[in-house]
Nanobody, 127 residues
Framework: QVQLVESGGGLVQPGGSLRLSCVVS????????IGWFRQAPGKEREEVAA???????FYKDSVKGRFIVTKDDAQKTVYLQMNALEFDDTAVYYC?????????????????????WGQGTQVTVSL
């Protein structure tokens, strides 16, 4: 059974850091790319970052230089290190598994290219 479980969210002040984790089961990280998306209240889910099976990472422009995505194949975990957090980073963060027929380099931003999602973890940036 395919599962993705996020954790690590919380309340942080602007400029602070959080590290999110996405633990997967039912498949291996050397077979599928993983993406991170987020959804703020009243907004559509948007892409944040992704990492492919070869450890190549992709980022939304607004998080480049602040967020880092990595993975540990043995631990079946993908991490999203978030630094210099801003108010606009407040959202529920989701990890998703990219569908097997998609190439991460060209499809990682497409919500419809993912075939499994976690339940999400809340990140709140506030004073």
């Amino acid at each position: 059974q395919v599962q993705l479980v996020e954790s690590g969210g919380g309340l942080v002040q602007p400029g602070g850091s959080l590290r999110l984790s996405c633990v997967v089961s039912g498949f291996t990280l050397n077979a599928r790319a993983i993406g991170w998306f987020r959804q703020a209240p009243g907004k559509e889910r948007e892409e944040v970052a992704a990492i492919n099976v070869l450890d190549v990472a992709f980022y939304k422009d607004s998080v480049k230089g602040r967020f880092i995505v990595t993975k540990d194949d043995a631990q079946k975990t993908v991490y999203l290190q978030m630094n210099a957090l801003e108010f606009d980073d407040t959202a529920v963060y989701y990890c998703g598994r990219l569908g097997h027929r998609y190439l991460a380099q060209t499809a990682w931003t497409r919500f419809d290219a993912y075939d499994a999602w976690g339940q999400g973890t809340q990140v709140t940036v506030s004073l």
